[in-house]
Structure formats: C-alpha cells, structure tokens
C-alpha cells in the first residue's frame, strides 16, 4: 500500500496510512495540544461540534531547517477552525479557514485494524492548485512524522521532508 496522498476529486485528497499503536492513542495525538505539537501543530480543540480548533504552528519545533521561501510565512502562524464532528475515537473533522471563502473541510477517520490503527484522511474543497499541493506535500510530510512518534523513532526534520515531497505533488497532480 502506498502511503501516498491521492487526488480523488479536482479539490479533494485523500490519504490512507496504518499507524501503531491502539485507537485511543492515535486519537490523543490528533486532539491534544502538546501531543499534536509533536507531529503538526499545538493548539486546543473543543470536543463538540461547533467547537473552536486551534492551529497553532511553529515549524521550528519540528524541524531545524528554515522555512524554504516560498513558506517562510508559514513558519510560525497561528488560525481558528470549527470542529464540524467529534466522536472518539473515530471521526474528527473540521473547518480548515482559508483567506478567500469559507474554507476546506479535513475528514479523519480511524478504525482498529490488525497491526494498528487506519487513519483516513480527506481534505476537501482544496479550489487552488498551489494549496492543493502544498496541503498534499504537508499531510504526507506531517503524517510521516506522526508515524515516526508513535512509532518511537527519530522523527525527521519537517522542510527537509516537505520540500521534495510538495514538489512531486506538483508534478504529479499538473499531469492531471
């Protein structure tokens, strides 16, 4: 299996991963701040719908390297979302806010499965090509690492491993 994000729709990613460990443990890192922290982002997540989630980023802690330049905004940035579904331990999802219109929209479902646990994500309304790959070439980075945590092994520098990885999106989603 590919642990490759997939253009399933002209807006819409996906991507399916196996993680390690149990259900529980996988959903603590994706709603509590100082786990997230570790492989994405702080920041609090209200456990309802209609609940504020906070994407506090510092890519400094993820990664020695400097923001490459075209991200150096993006370094350090901090935005509110709406939690559209919480359900423990399977389905979280939420507004993504975006400048320009209402937002994407970010489905993660986890299922026990033998081995681990299956994330699926999808990430949708994504209407501009460079957010589409930017947000393909960050989920794969961001659940690599994620990966790496749970895991318990070294976990990679963050733009080392984005870079050439937002790039190959480029590539491959401009052939289609």
Not at 7 to 20: A, F, K, N, W
Not at 101 to 130: M, N, Y
Request: hydrophobic content about 35%; overall charge negative; glycine content about 6%.
């Amino acid at each position: 299996m590919s642990d490759d994000v997939q253009l399933t729709g002209p807006t819409r990613l996906e991507i399916v991963r196996t993680l390690p460990g149990s259900i529980d443990r996988v959903w603590d890192y994706l709603t509590e701040s100082d786990l997230r922290a570790k492989w994405l982002c702080a920041g609090e997540v209200e456990a309802r719908p209609g609940g504020k989630i906070i994407f506090d980023f510092d890519h400094r802690r993820l990664s020695d390297t400097p923001a490459p330049a075209r991200h150096k905004d993006q370094e350090v940035i901090r935005f509110e979302g709406e939690v559209l579904r919480h359900e423990p331990p399977h389905v979280l999802a939420f507004r993504w806010p975006e400048e320009d219109g209402e937002g994407t929209i970010v489905t993660i479902r986890l299922e026990t499965v033998d081995g681990g646990v299956r994330l699926h994500l999808v990430h949708d309304r994504l209407s501009k090509p460079a957010h589409r790959n930017s947000a393909a070439g960050g989920w794969h980075a961001h659940l690599d690492l994620l990966d790496d945590v749970l895991s318990e092994r070294e976990v990679r520098d963050f733009w080392l491993h984005f870079t050439p990885l937002e790039s190959k999106y480029e590539a491959r989603f401009a052939e289609k």
